[in-house]
Structure formats: C-alpha cells, structure tokens
C-alpha cells in the first residue's frame, strides 16, 4: 500500500470560489432556518414517492476560516435540478457542506462530478442501498469522471452524512473539507413536539491543525491517526449560536479524522440524548458527559429556558486518558451559546420519542455463539479488523452473511496496542447488546464508559481497549458487498476495513 500524507498537501485552488467571503455562524444559522422553513411546506411522503436530482461537484475552493489569507479546501458543490423535491442549503463561508432536505421514501439521483485531479467515490453514511449505490472504493471515478447513484431513501427520519470512500484517499479528502449532510424526516418524527427550524441545528465537530498562513497542515500517524490543535463547528472557529430562552435540538455529528470527545456543558447541566446515527431513540436518555468517536451521531435536547438572557454556556470536551496517544488528552471549548433574547417556550421533553423496539438477542440465528471480529495490529501495516488488511473485493468465509437475518457480532480489542477504535458497518443499523471491559485499565474505563453514545439505532460503535463489545444487527435486504471498518479515517485508509457479503 501506498503511504498518503505524510506532508501536508498542497490543496488544488483551480478557478473555485466560495461564495459570501467572511460570513460567520450568524449566516450560516440564517440559511439553515430558511431552508428548513421552506422543507415544511413539502407534500407527506406517503402520497407517492417524490424525485430529488442533486448535482454534486467534487471540486476545491478557498474559504475565509480566519482572520488574513483565505483557506485552500476541497468542497462539494450541490445544486438540485430545477422541479426537485428536498430542500437543500449551502453554507456561506464554509468548507462543509451541501446540507440535503429529504424524507423518507423520497428517491434521490445524486450525479457525482469529480472536478479533482484524483480518484472520487462519495458513501451516504447510514443510508440502507444496494451495495453498487454505497460508494465502494471500487467504483471510485477518475478527474472528469461523474457516477450517478439513484436509491429510494429507506431509512427513517434521522442524521446522515455524506463524504469521499476512496481507496486510502478517504481520510485527507475529509480533512481538506469534504463531507456534507442529508437530514431525513418522516411522519413519525415530524408528530413529535420537537425544536424545529432556526431551533434545529447541526454541530458538525472536525479539528483542525493550521500553518502561519491559514492553511490545513495535515500530520497523521498510524497509532491515534490525525489530531488537530482547535475544534471547528459546520467549519467555523469559534462557532457561537445566538440563542433564545427557549429549546434546541443540536444534531451532533463527530466528522473528526480520529478525535473522540467526552462532551459536557459549562454549566454542569447534564446531557439530554433524543436521538442517536439512525434517528430518534425510543425515550430520552440523560448522560453525565457524551462520549462521541468519528462517525457517531447523537441529537442533544438543549433547554436555555431558565437561563438568564446574558448567560454564555459553552459545550465543552474534557479531559480523558487511554484511548490511544494523546486523543482526550487535550480540552477544548467545541461551541458557544449566547443566550441573548427572551422567548416563550412551551415545549416538553416527551417521554415518548419514537416506537424502538429492542431486538430480542435469544432470536438471533447465532445466539450464544457471536460472530467475532478482533482488532489486531498486524507488524508492519497497522490495525487490522479480523486478521487481515482490507482487499478490493474478497471476503473471508466468516464474513459472509444471509440476508435479513440478525446476528450477535461481538468486536474484540483485546489484541492489539490501546487504542479506542469507532467502528462502522455499512448497511442496516444495528444495536449495542453489551459491553465487557475485558483488560482495559480499570481507571481509565470508570472515567468514560457512563458516557457511551450505545442508545437506540447505531451504525458506529466505539470499541474501548481492552474491550469486548457486541451489538445486535439484521443484515439488509440487499446482497452483495459492503464495508465494515474503523471511522478513524487514518486507520481506514491503512487498510483497517472489511467487505463482508450478504447472500441470498
Ligand atoms: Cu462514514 Cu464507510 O463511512
Ligand atoms: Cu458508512
Ligand atoms: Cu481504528
């Protein structure tokens, strides 16, 4: 394998400029309300299923992240092709982006457009497709070439996000900006009482690392991957929302290279989670702190109703030890909120979020006798998932599965260097059975592990050392290839991922 990035690339700055200049956080938060303002007035998806067209334009750009010379990124452009459904927002001033409207049963044409000098394949994370529609590094197009992907959006109303799946160039192309959102709603979640519109807002947390001249510096290694010295929000540094006295719903998004966050409020006000990767979980659960790996997902409610207009509250990342290197070793202020204007409120948390029903794990086919995936460094290359570096298109025979069935996969990390490792699987979601802390540092795993993000509908699990974790999945419908691998990018683009096949 070919090692890719050591040294900072020079970003490609042909002919693109991003639109706006310096715009901050007030606009973005602007555009977002209007876009989802105009979502509403959309027919109910289950009259007929409703045609999206997204033109999507892999290309690169310059955006003004700080003060002096502008940034040099890679960006998608979207633009939806005129009589479309959806709603789609495009960020002033930002490197992320697009941010895609849809609902469920809606059926998407994305027409990818790889305006960069190198290979290109966009993965909607989350989303249940056939596997030729999932972005598998083997259809990655070259410069000048365009893939069209068409699916019916299947799952329910939840965060998704979108970003590059190339063949080890998943990791740099994110960290140079790539990567957007699909907001998916649908019946069950647009009837429950929930901040909606400006009170709706998605934190996209990636760090950064820039040189003297306002340009990304890119350092990853093989053991804790990439960490960047500040924390940007939707691309934003020092991200600040000015906020009402009122209810907000933060879809929290870790798009981070390898940085784990153990979330907190300034105000000691715990962590109120209502939704997590595939939507809303069943009931509201309170945290003392979030623990958020890349590739997780959670929806916070954040209630300001009592603070005093003049209050700043910050959302914070403490401090932890043990999940490889120095990831959590290092605090940060993630976002802001300024409570600045008194509103009236008259939401409430419901009880009741959704219909979940937990998988019984005795029906599992493999009950009592779990399908495992170790994490082990193999000498030389890196971490690997069950023994072996990841290959274009082979499988090994225990990672050949049958459709539709549901199976207890218990992941190990209990072979290998301590390093925490957020694991994804491509297709259906899944749910976290259980966890064993096996060998971990017994001190190390109190401080973390009541903060797990294990609740509801997953499709990424962070995997502690030391650790022995099982969840529960029903394989998709849908036969053929997907991947199973680390959303530590660096890791993945090492080779630490898997096909597994769904057979008939
Ligand atoms: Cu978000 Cu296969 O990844
Ligand atoms: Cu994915
Ligand atoms: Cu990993």
Known sequence: MTDHGQSPRGFDRRGFLAAGGALGSAAFLQGLASAQQRTVHRAPASTAWQRIELDLVATSGTV????????NVYRYTGTLQPGSLGTLANIPGSHLGPILFARTGDKLVTRLDNQLPEDHIVHFHGLDVPPAMDGHPMDQVPPGGTFEYHFRIVNRAGTYWFHPHTDMLTAEPVYAGRAGLLIVSDDEEQAVPLPRGAYDIPLVIQDRKFDANNQFVYTPNAIEGFLGDRVLVNGFENFTISAATRVYRFRVINGSQSRIYKLVWSDGTPIVVIGSEGGLLGAPVTLPYLMLSPGERVELWADFRSKPVGTQITLRTQVFLGAGGTNGQTPFDVAFVSIDRAEPETLVLPPVLSAYTPFNPTSAVNYGNPRVFPITMLMGTGFVLNGALFQMSAVAPNEIVKRGD???IEITNTGAPSVAHPIHFHGRHFQVLSRTNVSGNPSYYAA????FADHGWKDT?????????????RYSQYTGLFLYHCHNLVHEDMGMMRNYRIDP
Do not use: D, F
């Not at 973390?448 to 903060?451: E, I, K």
């Open 406 to 408: 549901l199976e207890i």
């Open 64 to 71: 003004q992240i700080r003060a002096g010379t502008p940034t």
């Open 448 to 451: 973390v592990s009541a903060g």
């Open 461 to 473: 699990v962070l995997v502690w050392p030391g650790e022995r974790v099982q969840i529960l999945m």
